[in-house]
């Protein structure tokens, strides 16, 4: 019975999470046409901050779990082909969402060193 207990508020706490972020998204963020001044503006951009850093927060979890099928060498954890490839990827997104590629390109590498030294760290941990 405890157990129901936990797992319903967890779907509570799930559910309320997801409304309220809706609810931020469409109350609080306009589109730049609609935005009327500056507070408009920076509300709007703070509020994708908070959804960029979520997805940063989100893509950090699937890094740990990664961990769990790499191989525990240093190379497999680098992966550089991936590396390179990924790279590329984000270049064509960049292009075709009107961005810098090369920004987005150094971006993606500072975010990826990140994330390949965290889980050489966490392999680092495991072995011990």
Do not use: W
């Amino acid at each position: 019975m405890k157990h129901i207990s936990v797992l319903y508020a967890i779907a509570i706490f799930i559910y309320l999470h997801i409304l309220y972020s809706l609810l931020h998204k469409y109350l609080f963020m306009k589109s730049p046409e609609a935005c009327r001044n500056i507070e408009d503006v920076r509300m709007s951009i703070d509020s994708i901050d908070q959804e960029i850093i979520g997805l940063l927060g989100k893509r950090f979890s699937y890094v740990k779990k990664i961990v769990e099928f790499k191989p525990r060498d240093k190379n497999s954890i680098i992966a550089k082909e991936r590396r390179e490839s990924v790279i590329c990827s984000r270049r064509e997104l960049a292009v075709k969402n009107g961005l810098d590629a090369d920004i987005i390109e150094k971006i993606y590498r500072i975010l990826i060193d990140y994330f390949i030294g965290e889980e050489l760290t966490l392999i680092s941990r495991n072995e011990d």
